[in-house]
């Protein structure tokens, strides 16, 4: 069923945007006035390619967020509800949100998101009644208890955390049932009535105005702040808010979320990277705090799918000219693209995506020849463990690699460690539980990154990335004791402060430091060369 289109505009910006069912952009709307996810969803959708139908609160809300209220947005959130069929706050068919951010360049992981508005007490049986899963509907509304709970109402997620680790007892929290998830959700909404003061909302819009608010207030959090200082990025931009049908890759069977990118971020082999999680949401993959295997086990189960989103891939290198960064969610069975953007890359997947794509006719010789401005011999290097000299390196355990390249440094457990160590002109491993947005500022200070949980396409795997560290995520043999200050790697303690060895090329860890070289990649020299129309046996500059 088709909908009006809703956009309003004001003094040159677009302010609102409805996005699906074929809907042009107004005039004023661009990356800038609707942030670029926004901008990049509308775009998919003008593709074809499967996206929830939305509508959006522009970036020029941001600086005056307390203005932002039902008035504004009930007109847009009606076309979204004559457009889906289904209704906020409706006992029977209820329409259930995502509340995501979108800055007008990329902040990965920085500001917050919110999952499964319109979820309470009274709507989630008719969320069974639609969907005939209760577990799909329990462990909706515990996941939405916990992200209201941690970004609007400020409590502490450990608590959460806490309850979720006394009933699961050591369980997988995909495998509880939806019994199991409505005692979790009860408790749950005991603790938010102790830590907030007061009980969870359970009207519908209350949730949606709360949520947008929280998303825009983001925009000046601590992470966001540091972010936009270690980048140069102007203040003023602001966010927007996207409001989104929500899709629910925790439905069970064939359904489940992930991250990906059509091209290796760390070596730009030309092969979608993907991590996906059967029966979970976006946030289990990107937050750090779960670990995520890669695409094998998605092309095995449902390949009609994996089909699908590999034409997806092509579609988007070839639409938007350059590797994308993606996340999907598959609902029984049904992909749904949730985002795409240019892709943080190692400096030499930057040299080697940009030539390939370069070869292949997707984008001009002086497009690839500015993407590859400044990639010489020196910034192209890639660290290695030397070979023989007598190194007798010990190898702890294996991780994920979501970066490459080879750090040998001081172990560092938390901020005021890693920046007393740096200070001293030491090199530094920040190590951590989780692969988690909020360490930015340790993060900036280490030289690379070991985490126990988290997966390689998690923000700040990407962040990690973007910045130059090596990073390992996802160390299932790590543990960390941050009473004693110390590790266990496999059989090992390792205490804070000595030094081990990240190898990103191999997923390796290694006791000790080790000694390393420099590998010059001539191959990709040459073809940089050729580009560049440098004589091939000289070197670019």
């Known amino acids: ?94 329409l259930l949100l995502s509340v995501r951010s979108g800055a007008p360049v990329s902040m990965p992981g920085m500001l917050e998101t919110l999952l499964n508005i319109g979820l309470s007490d009274a709507t989630l049986p008719g969320l069974v009644r639609l969907t005939g899963n209760p577990r799909l509907a329990w462990d909706a509304y515990r996941r939405l208890i916990a992200g209201y709970g941690e970004v609007v109402a400020g409590i502490d997620a450990r608590h959460f955390e806490a309850d979720l680790d006394a009933l699961r007892g050591g369980q997988d929290e995909r495998e509880l049932d939806f019994a199991a998830l409505r005692e979790l959700a009860g408790r749950y909404l005991a603790t938010y009535r102790r830590e907030a003061g007061e009980a969870f909302p359970q009207d519908a819009r209350a949730q949606l105005g709360a949520a947008i608010g929280a998303v825009f207030a983001s925009w000046n959090s601590a992470r966001a702040r540091a972010y936009r200082a270690l980048h140069g990025l102007d203040e003023a931009m602001g966010t927007a ?18 991250v990906g990118f059509t091209r290796n971020p760390s070596s730009g082999e030309p092969a979608p990277w993907v991590d996906f999680l059967f029966n979970a949401q976006g946030e289990d993959v990107v937050s750090g705090r779960r670990s995520a295997p890669g695409h094998d086990e998605l092309a095995a189960v449902a390949p009609a799918v994996w089909d699908e989103l590999l034409r997806a891939c092509a579609t988007l290198e070839r639409d938007f000219g350059d590797m994308q960064d993606f996340e999907f969610t598959v609902q029984d069975g ?34 690839a020849r500015e993407r590859t401005a400044g990639l010489d011999e020196r910034a192209l290097a890639l660290r290695v463990i030397a070979a023989g000299e007598g190194q007798t390196l010990q190898p702890l355990a294996r991780a994920a690699s979501a970066a490459s390249g080879v750090v040998s440094g001081e172990i560092a457990l938390d901020e005021a460690v890693a920046r007393r160590r740096k200070a001293a002109g030491a090199s530094v491993v920040l190590v951590r539980r989780d692969a988690e947005t909020r360490d930015i500022a340790a993060l900036d200070l280490a030289d690379g990154l070991l985490t126990q949980r988290g997966a390689r396409t998690s923000h700040a795997a990407v ?12 160390c299932d043999a790590l543990s960390i004791d941050e009473a004693g200050r110390s590790l266990r790697i496999g059989e090992r303690i390792v205490k804070e402060g000595e030094p081990i060895t990240l190898d990103g090329n191999e997923g390796v860890i290694y006791a000790g430091m080790a000694k390393l070289e420099e590998r010059v990649p001539e191959g990709l020299l040459e073809r940089l060369a050729r580009l560049r129309d440098v004589p091939g046996n000289a070197r670019p500059d």
């Open 1 to 94: 069923m088709n909908a009006p289109q809703t956009a309003v505009e004001r003094d040159g910006l677009c302010l609102i945007q409805s996005i699906g069912d074929g809907r042009p952009l107004a005039a004023a709307a661009s990356p800038a006035s609707l942030g670029f996810k926004a901008w990049n969803l509308a775009r998919m959708a003008a593709l074809g390619l499967p996206v929830p139908p939305a509508f959006v609160l522009g970036t020029g809300w941001c600086g005056r967020a307390q203005e932002v209220g039902p008035p504004l947005w009930e007109t847009a959130l009606g076309e979204l509800q004559v457009l889906t069929g289904l209704t906020l706050g409706d006992s029977r068919h209820p």
């Open 241 to 258: 808010v996207t409001v989104q049908r929500m899709v629910f890759g925790n439905a069970g069977g064939l359904s489940g979320a992930g």
């Open 334 to 367: 049904r992909l749904y693209l949730l985002q795409t953007r240019s892709g943080k890359r190692t400096p030499q997947a930057a040299a080697r995506i940009a030539l390939d794509l370069c070869d292949a006719g997707l984008i001009a010789p002086e497009v």
């Open 463 to 474: 962040v990690a990335r973007q910045m130059g560290k090596v990073c390992l995520v996802g």
